[in-house]
């Protein structure tokens, strides 16, 4: 017996090792749903491989999950998800509220539009490659349309002068147009009204400081300073009137008029019998050149401008020229004292402009041709703003005139004259309210000059 039980424990032992050595997969002790995801995996990696160069089939989700084949793309939005028990991919729609953020997203972040059911790796890696070099996306519906509308609006500078070539119409520069009238204005053909009109039109263009300095390189200007030796009174007047809007602030021009014989021509208009008009403008035109410019002051001086400008003064109904002459004197002083004040701001020891203004004897001769006096009688003008801008010319010329002051009984009353109007006028800006009004400022000049001739 003892032998028979070993034989049966022998027998079993070996059916069961050939069991365990012949045994079938499915019975294995191993997780079925782990191995099943371990291979549908290695089929997932090995299809996305075989995929890498075909073409991808857009795969159109519903609400409900649906099993998704190899080589099928997911649309943007979709939710997708991988079943473990049978190791397929699964997608649907996702619910409402998500996919309406999701939208937003994707409009907010201006996602590339391919708009195509089918695309290829390839087509993804090179729209990819563009984003990341900074190409431009499409322009936007609402760019496309005012692109549109400014092409309704404004049309190319090429099609413009066509059209206006077929209607004879000819688009000028300034430059074309200033060369036009100047040639106008300078042909003999040409009539007096043609001429003013020329000239009238081409004051417009010269006060820009470009088209004066352009009136130079043809000799545009040459030919308007000639038409002061007019013996018409109009072309005298208005070839005067574009000269002085010529040479305000232009030193280039102020040095090209000196040279070419500007002051000249313009004190001998003054000194001589011409219309009140025409001296208006001569005179505009020589304030125009002499201001900051001290070489002109200077050649002014040399040639006797201040006996012209005193005759033109003292000439009968030229009271408004004379408020204009001292206006212009009170500039010429101002401008040498504003020098010295800079010079000595800048603490420069001989500073090119102050030197230029030391060479004009400004002051000394104003005293020597009798400016102090004139001065003086032109404050009994009726004008309240002609006694402001004499009242400042008496005090830019107090150190220089002081003295003739003095001696003068006439200024002394007509200064006691006007501190009794201009204290009954400041008190009435007073009762008004007006601290510091206007007839207060002038009733202080004149208690500063009184004040200084004591």
Known sequence: MALLGMLLGLLMASCFTFCLSHQNPEFALTSPEKSRTKEADRKETTAEEELDSE????????????????????????????????????????????????LKGLKKGRRLDINT????????????????????????????????????LFRPIEELKKDFEELNVIIETDMQIMVRLIN?????????????????????????????????????????????????????????????????????????????????????ILATEQPLPAKKKVLFAL?????????????????????VLRSLVQAKGTEMLAVRVVTLLYDLVTEKMFAEEEAELTQETSPEKLQQYRQVPLLPGLREQGWCEITAHLLALPEHDAREKVLQTLGALLATCRDRYRQDPQLSRTLV??????????????????????????????????????
């Open 417 to 454: 004259s006007l501190q009794a109007e201009y204290q009954a006028l400041a008190a009435l800006e007073l009762q008004d309210g007006e601290d510091e009004g206007y007839f207060r400022e002038l009733l202080g000049s004149i208690n500063s000059l009184l004040k200084e001739l004591r």
């Open 117 to 152: 059911n089918t695309y290829t790796s390839q087509d993804l890696k090179s729209a990819l490659a563009k984003f990341k070099e900074g190409a431009e996306m499409e322009s936007s519906k609402e760019d496309k349309a005012r692109q549109a509308k400014v092409k309704r």
């Open 184 to 268: 106008k204005f300078n042909s003999s053909s040409s009539s007096l009204e043609e001429k003013i009109a020329a000239l009238f039109d081409l004051e417009y263009y010269v006060h820009q400081m470009d088209n004066a300095q352009g009136l130079l390189s043809f000799g545009g200007l040459q030919v308007v300073i000639n038409g002061l030796n007019s013996t018409e009174p109009l072309v005298k007047e208005y070839a005067a009137f574009v000269l002085g809007a010529a040479f305000s602030s232009n030193p280039k021009v102020q040095v090209e008029a000196i040279e070419g014989g500007a002051l000249q021509k313009l004190l001998v």
């Open 55 to 102: 073409v991808l089939e857009v795969f159109h989700p519903t609400h409900e999950w649906q099993a998704l084949r190899p080589g099928q793309a997911v649309p943007a939005g979709s939710h997708v998800r991988l079943n473990l028990q049978t190791g397929a991919r699964e997608v649907k729609l996702q619910e409402e509220d998500k996919f309406r953020s999701n």
């Open 287 to 307: 304030c125009s050149l002499l201001r900051h410019f001290p070489y002109a002051q200077q050649q002014f001086l040399k040639l006797g401008g201040l006996q």
